[in-house]
């Protein structure tokens, strides 16, 4: 399956009045001198097929399989990988799924120990797979990445992230008391910056449900849910300059109140996330909505740590009580830890 990356040639470059579309593959068969390259529409109809030449042929590495259990030790932490199994038609993410079939998902079964005591206070954040034919699998736009099983070994290379209730995760935490929670359809603005871990958080503002639009980073305008919205989540971003001078626009339609924050630095071995504690003692995690292609829309994510934006701005909702009235909230760094196991793909037999 083409890997996320690709695109379509852009007007002036089609030829005939059609557009040429490519596609990035980071896996394919690489022990062979060709091999056939199948084409098929959404609707899982083949469209055609040829042969291609292999452009990186290479033999398989020599990777010697682990029995499972097995564990890697960092520090005071000890990662165990249990069990891993897949499961077919459980890939796909979002309510519509794709109409091509997804491939299975890998699901590892993990045990955390801190001084090997089990805790529930760190989880698996990421994972990426490779084989030993030097193949690296791409998500696209499934719940977990997926290679080829007839390989004779796979290496799964997973970042865990420690929350704040752990003695031995490298987090680094910023507290802002009792801040008032804003009616629907407004804002407050607050623009209030610290560094954390060498990451600059910027909180912009806290509003309450509805509309609400930033411009250039600066809460503008918001108002009420009118009850006939399509998605409960929505985000839009727009640029317009003239005469030098750039304005961008990002309007965002949250079902609960949100926080507006700008990141910067974070590192790929680094999240972040947001807690709120109410005027009731109440505590939960600000939730993480991300882009889900198959509905062509947001979804909430499993995960309520954010990986380094892609975009200025990033929202996070509050699902508060309806009789909160103030929140106290912290915002943390968390620095990820990287393990791998090199484990027999489910499903193949040892020759």
């Given amino acids: 399956m083409a890997a996320e990356c690709g695109g379509t040639s852009h007007e002036g470059a089609s030829v005939s009045g059609y557009q040429v579309s490519w596609f990035a593959f980071q896996a394919f068969p690489r022990q062979q001198k060709r091999f056939r390259l199948r084409l098929y529409d959404r609707q899982q109809r083949l469209v055609g097929k040829l042969m291609v030449s292999n452009p990186a042929p290479r033999r398989p590495e020599a990777w010697r399989v682990e029995l499972l259990p097995a564990t890697r030790r960092d520090g ?27 491939p299975p998902l890998i699901a590892p079964a993990f045990e955390i120990r801190e001084e090997e005591n089990p805790t529930k206070a760190w989880e698996p954040v990421q994972t990426d797979l490779l084989d030993c034919s030097g193949n690296r699998a791409s998500r696209w736009f499934f719940k977990s990445p997926y290679l080829c099983p007839f390989e004779s070994a796979w290496k799964l290379r997973v970042k865990f992230c420690g929350n704040e209730t752990s003695r031995f995760a490298s987090n680094t935490c910023w507290t802002l008391d009792a801040l008032s929670l804003p009616a629907p359809g407004s804002f407050t603005a607050l623009s209030a910056t610290h560094q954390l871990q060498g990451v600059s958080v910027c909180f912009i503002a806290l509003a309450g449900t509805g509309h609400v639009t930033y411009s250039n980073n600066v809460p503008v305008r918001a108002e009420t849910l009118d009850g006939l919205e399509k998605d409960d989540y929505s985000e839009t971003s727009m640029g317009t300059g003239s005469g030098g001078a750039w304005v961008t626009v990002n309007t965002v339609q949250t079902p609960t109140p949100h926080v507006a924050l700008s990141v910067s630095g974070l590192r790929d071995d680094e999240r972040i996330s947001v807690h709120a504690t109410d005027d009731k003692g109440r505590r939960f995690y600000a939730k993480v909505w991300e882009w889900d292609f198959p509905s062509n829309g947001y979804r909430k994510s499993e995960s309520p740590y954010l990986r380094r934006p892609y975009t200025t701005l990033s929202f996070l909702g509050l699902d508060v009580p309806a009789d909160a009235r103030k929140v106290t909230l912290t915002f943390c760094v968390h620095e990820l830890r990287t393990v791998e196991f090199v484990v027999q793909p489910p499903g193949h037999s040892r020759p």
Avoid: K, M, V, Y
């Fill in 76 to 102: 005071h932490l000890a990662f165990t990988l249990n069990d891993l199994s897949i499961r077919t038609n459980a890939n796909a993410t979002g309510e519509d799924s794709i109409e091509l079939q997804p």
